[in-house]
């Protein structure tokens, strides 16, 4: 007999757990409907005041997990690694890490989304790349895979159907910051490709999604526990989010940024915090002879761009492009100055990412058009002396806007001292 909706909804709001059998009921009605939005709602609010035990976040993101398909990479191609960011302004980090560490002999597959909110989606930056085609489906995958030992698109509608649905109503039901409802959304899609092994990049920090290191912390291990026991290696690095990562941030600029940390001109923060995941990932999939020092060489020796442009090929991108990328800023360069000397002592990242969106560079709704060219440069790093005067940032703008210019500046506090922080801070798993 199925289970009512109401019971399931009577019991978690009067803060009971629910069986698995229960959380399956739920998933069940996302996915072919029979659960109304509204009853939906009242699941969500009840799971965001109330919690999730350990085990009720395991049921769930298997349940959403189960609602599609899977496509167990892994038995065709052994060995295959899967890294998550949480976001963050300038983190173009995946499209540095999958060429690295398939230069290496380690195959990466990753299924990316667009942006929302303060941060940037990789699908959106990768359309910088003419002609690329980032639809993957399991078949695709796979050929990719062990054509150059790497893969990097859009998920098929198949994957984690459950999710999406839930998502939505997320945002409009005010409990997106529910962790077991972040790891049960990230889990259900991220295992569906079935990785051996997968690393969370949990960014700490006022630019990260959960900018509290303890909230932060507690993702991470929730995303960790969780996916050991649903059978997957995986382990978290926390990483910092109280600056932009790399000196660009902006689609385009980003893009521009990664290529030339595949050719070993990138920037120190954007190249540690890249060989901090990849060597970690490496590690929890068995590639022993993965570490630092062949990730460096594969920088310096010009395998990882190699690889970079035989991907991007494969997957259409057009290859005279490619032998001379090209990357067209917006035109308007407004240099954002300091107003006094002293030392570069705070900024407001998450602020700078909303700004960019504010800008055109960015999307506040999914069905919103985004400028590839609005971009950020930052020239001062938090903890440089600076002198009164001194470009601290550029922010490239498609026209001239004085107010947009003066909320920019604004966002970069220098005062009588001020710390670079701890780029890797932690490890769980």
């Known amino acids: 007999m199925a289970i009512l909706p109401y019971r399931i909804l009577d019991r978690k709001r009067a803060g009971f757990s629910l069986t698995e059998e229960e959380i399956r009921a739920v998933v069940r009605g996302t996915t072919d409907g029979s659960w109304t939005e509204g009853q939906l709602c009242a699941f969500l609010m009840a799971a965001a005041i109330r919690g999730m035990s350990a085990e009720e976040t395991r049921a769930l993101t298997l349940a959403m997990l189960e609602s599609g398909v899977r496509w167990e990479l892994a038995r065709a191609v052994p060995g295959v690694v899967d890294k998550h960011s949480t976001g963050g302004v300038g983190d173009k980090v ?91 959304s990230i889990l259900s899609k991220k295992l569906a490709t079935g990785a051996a092994a997968v690393v969370f990049d949990v960014k700490v920090g006022n630019g990260a999604f959960l900018p509290p290191r303890e909230a932060a912390r507690e993702l991470a291990r929730g995303l960790v526990e969780t ?62 002879g993965v570490g630092r020092p062949e990730l460096e060489r594969a920088l310096a020796d010009g395998r990882a761009r190699e690889r970079f442009d035989r991907w991007a090929a ?29 030392v570069l002592a705070q900024v407001a990242t998450r602020q700078l990412g909303l700004l960019l969106v504010e800008a055109g560079g960015g999307r506040a709704r999914p069905d919103m ?44 506090t220098v005062g009588d001292e001020g710390l670079a922080p701890v780029l890797v801070s932690e490890r769980i798993g």
């Open 94 to 184: 995946t499209l540095v890490l999958g060429p690295l560490l398939a230069s290496c002999g380690v195959p990466v597959a990753m299924l990316t989304g667009r942006g929302l909110g303060h941060t940037a989606g990789t699908m959106d930056k990768l359309e910088t790349l003419p002609g690329i085609d980032q639809q993957l489906d399991r078949g695709r995958s796979i050929d990719l895979l062990r054509r150059c030992g790497l893969a990097i698109g859009a998920a098929t509608a198949e994957i984690a159907p459950a999710d999406r649905r839930l998502y939505a109503l997320r945002d409009v039901t005010a409990t997106v910051e529910s962790l077991p409802l972040i790891t049960g």
């Open 227 to 288: 996916a050991k026991a649903l059978g997957t290696a995986a382990s978290a690095l926390l990483t910092d989010m109280n600056q932009p990562l790399g000196r660009w941030s902006g689609h385009a600029a980003e893009v521009m940024e990664a290529i030339d940390c595949l050719e070993n001109r990138g920037p120190a923060d954007l190249l540690e915090v890249t060989l901090a995941l990849s060597e970690e990932v490496a590690r929890l999939a068995g590639h022993s």
């Open 314 to 342: 494969l997957q259409g991108t057009d290859p005279a492009w490619l032998q001379k990328p090209r990357f067209e800023l917006a035109p308007i360069v407004v240099p954002l100055l300091a107003a006094r000397t002293g």
């Open 369 to 412: 058009d985004i400028d590839l060219g609005v971009s950020l440069e930052i020239r001062s790093r938090l903890g440089d002396p600076v002198e009164a005067g001194q470009e601290l940032a550029r922010v490239y703008l498609r026209r001239p806007d004085d107010r947009l210019a003066g909320l920019f500046a604004a966002c970069f």
